[in-house]
Nanobody, 124 residues
Framework: QVQLVESGGGLVQAGGSLRISCAASGRTFSGYVMGWFRQAPGKERELVANIRWTGGSTYYADSVEGRFTISRDNIKNTVYLQMNSLKPEDTAVYYC?????????????????WGQGTQVTVSS
């Protein structure tokens, strides 16, 4: 019943910006960590950013820190990833995920909920 639906992907030129969204439904997400992952062809899935639903503390991968911003809207039950200064190496399928907040322990997204993904392509 829990659903995570990504949208907003597309093709953008290097240096451009894009905002992708994750519409979350089926439950309240208090006590959850929301994450954005990406997977490029032939590469492993990697965590891009995450945010605690309650409190809003964030984490960013080194490769995107300073360029990407993760946020959430408590009313719309939506998580966003604002991507600026995009590079061709950002090209990937971007996935939204949610898992129970384990505090200072590593989030186990593999045990949580996942969306279907949205394609982001950055041309040079």
């Amino acid at each position: 019943q829990v659903q995570l639906v990504e949208s907003g992907g597309g093709l953008v030129q290097a240096g451009g910006s894009l905002r992708i969204s994750c519409a979350a439904s089926g439950r309240t997400f208090s006590g959850y960590v929301m994450g954005w992952f990406r997977q490029a062809p032939g590469k492993e899935r990697e965590l891009v950013a995450n945010i605690r639903w309650t409190g809003g503390s964030t984490y960013y991968a080194d490769s995107v820190e300073g360029r990407f911003t993760i946020s959430r809207d408590n009313i719309k039950n939506t998580v966003y990833l604002q991507m600026n200064s995009l590079k061709p190496e950002d090209t990937a399928v971007y996935y939204c995920a949610a898992t129970i907040d384990r505090g200072n322990y590593r989030s186990r997204f593999e045990l949580g909920y996942w969306g279907q993904g949205t394609q982001v392509t950055v041309s040079s």
